[in-house]
């Protein structure tokens, strides 16, 4: 259910984030605040699918099973 979660947050934060944050002002790092909150996320999804992809039980058990093949 947590990564699932985790999962659907890029896309909530895009999608349904913008309509929020959809002005010119203020400008972040040079940014309009809409491009800088896009920026934002799509940074956010790649930290967040890291950290999905490292607590899928099913990627923990590939790597314990590359880890029990090495001599």
């Known amino acids: 259910m947590l990564l ?4 659907a ?3 909530i ?3 349904v ?3 929020f944050v ?3 002002e203020p400008l ?7 491009l800088a909150w896009i920026v934002m996320w799509v940074v956010l999804s ?3 699918m890291a950290i999905v ?3 899928d039980p099913s990627n923990r058990q590939i790597a314990d099973e590359g880890e029990e093949v090495r001599p």
């Open 22 to 24: 959809n002005r010119v």
């Open 9 to 11: 947050l890029p896309f």
């Open 46 to 48: 790649s930290i967040i």
């Open 4 to 7: 699932r979660v985790l999962a």
């Open 13 to 15: 934060g895009i999608l």
């Open 53 to 55: 992809y490292r607590l």
């Open 17 to 19: 984030g913008i309509s």
């Open 28 to 34: 972040v790092l040079g940014m309009p605040f809409v």
